[in-house]
T-cell receptor, first 111, second 113 residues
């Protein structure tokens, strides 16, 4: 039972353009959503989060949108840079100390 | 800045052996999490500790146990290892009440032969 789904396993975007990574969830108990970036042979690195009571959070080039009625969130990266090439995971927080991760999307930014 | 430290970084064991993975959280972080990431899979939440007490449990097999010590470091003990336990094991730490952003360690790659 995959509670957090990232239906696109990979995405290629031209440098300077917008990258949009999508995430769907089924668990209505999630109160926080987080995005992580992961490079090979490293642990995930926190990028940005959003509370379930908000619909948008912005931090520099990264913006996360939450559509609670559709149980959908997305991460926008503008402008995309080659260094953004990595695997991106979204995660939902259930309770205070339990996080459920999605399956990841591999982003490739082409120079 | 200090990061989460995991040791060892690589571990090779035989079937039915035991393994102990260690995690040293970022200083002043009060919560530790353990995740298992199989090849091509998402990180699966195993267990978490808040202030040295188990706080949440995920898909952790009964053969595994974990604890957090007085100095806040945590150990994941794995017994009767199976081939399917081969994975990357991540530890993460966070401070409660700050949005709960987790900071991940580099992981321990366990290979069971």
């Amino acid at each position: 039972d995959q509670q957090v789904k990232q239906n696109s396993p990979s995405l290629s975007v031209q440098e300077g353009r917008i990258s949009i990574l999508n995430c769907d969830y089924t668990n209505s108990m999630f109160d926080y959503f987080l995005w992580y970036k992961k490079y090979p042979a490293e642990g995930p690195t926190f990028l940005i989060s959003i509370s379930s009571i908000k619909d948008k959070n912005e931090d520099g080039r990264f913006t996360v949108f939450l559509n609670k009625s559709a149980k959908h969130l997305s991460l926008h990266i503008v402008p995309s840079q080659p260094g953004d090439s990595a695997v991106y995971f979204c995660a939902g927080r259930e309770g205070t100390y339990k996080y459920i991760f999605g399956t990841g999307t591999r982003l490739k930014v082409l120079a | 800045a200090a990061g989460v430290i995991q040791s060892p970084r690589h571990l090779i064991k035989e079937k039915r052996e035991t393994a102990t993975l260690k995690c040293y959280p970022i200083p002043r972080h009060d919560t530790v999490y353990w995740y298992q990431q199989g090849p091509g899979q998402d990180p699966q939440f195993l267990i978490s500790f808040y202030e040295k007490m188990q706080s949440d449990k995920g898909s952790i097999p009964d053969r595994f146990s974990a604890q957090q010590f007085s100095d806040y470091h945590s150990e994941l003990n794995m017994s009767s290892l199976e081939l399917g336990d081969s994975a990357l094991y991540f530890c993460a730490s966070s401070i409660t009440g700050t949005g709960n952003e987790q900071f991940f360690g580099p992981g321990t790659r366990l290979t069971v032969l």
